[in-house]
């Protein structure tokens, strides 16, 4: 039988992960972001990694529409900005700082570092999409420590 969706989720929350903040665009300019931790380097040469989407996001059309996406990797002071972006809709960039990267997808101001994809390849996985990327510019801009979520909530790094 297959194991329960909840108790999945909580037996998954024991791998403690970074928070991301994924950011892209509609093909009509609009911009979409969404809290992700389903994020992997995954090769050097060449540069590509993967994220995995939920089908029922709001910003989920993005990945297909435009193809470009901006992972913005968040510091221990930016909590608040990844409960705003984990929940659907609203107007979820009022108010915050960020400019449009050369991808046109934004840059958020304050993250421990941002890189800016191409997806690749799109591999449908059951309730997600898993995109295949290539990296195409990235930076660290701030030093900090990480956010970091662990067994179902945010936790900051003990050194
Ligand atoms: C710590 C954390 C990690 C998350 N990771 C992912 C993820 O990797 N992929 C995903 O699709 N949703 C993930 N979510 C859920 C989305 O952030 C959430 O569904 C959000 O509302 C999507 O925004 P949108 O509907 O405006 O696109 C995560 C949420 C949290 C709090």
Excluded: W
């Excluded at 992960?17 to 389903?38: D, K, M, P, Q, Y």
């Excluded at 090769?43 to 996406?69: G, H, N």
Aim: aromatic letters at 8%.
């Amino acid at each position: 039988m297959p194991i329960e969706k909840n108790e999945l989720r909580r037996i998954m929350g024991h791998f403690a992960t970074g928070v991301t903040i994924i950011t892209s665009v509609r093909s009509s300019g609009e911009l979409h972001g969404l809290t992700a931790n389903a994020f992997t380097s995954v090769s050097l040469v060449p540069p590509l990694l993967l994220i995995c989407v939920d089908k029922k996001a709001e910003s989920y059309p993005c990945f297909s529409e435009t193809k470009v996406f901006t992972v913005n990797v968040l510091s221990s002071d930016q909590e608040a900005l990844s409960r705003r972006f984990a929940v659907s809709g609203g107007a979820k960039f009022e108010g915050v700082s960020y400019r449009i990267g050369a991808n046109g997808a934004p840059i958020l101001e304050g993250g421990l570092a941002y890189i800016e994809c191409n997806v690749t390849q799109e591999i449908d996985a059951g309730d997600h999409t898993v995109y295949l990327a290539e990296i195409q510019q990235a930076e660290t801009p701030h030093e900090g420590k990480p956010l970091l979520f662990f067994r179902g909530g945010y936790r900051e790094m003990g050194d």
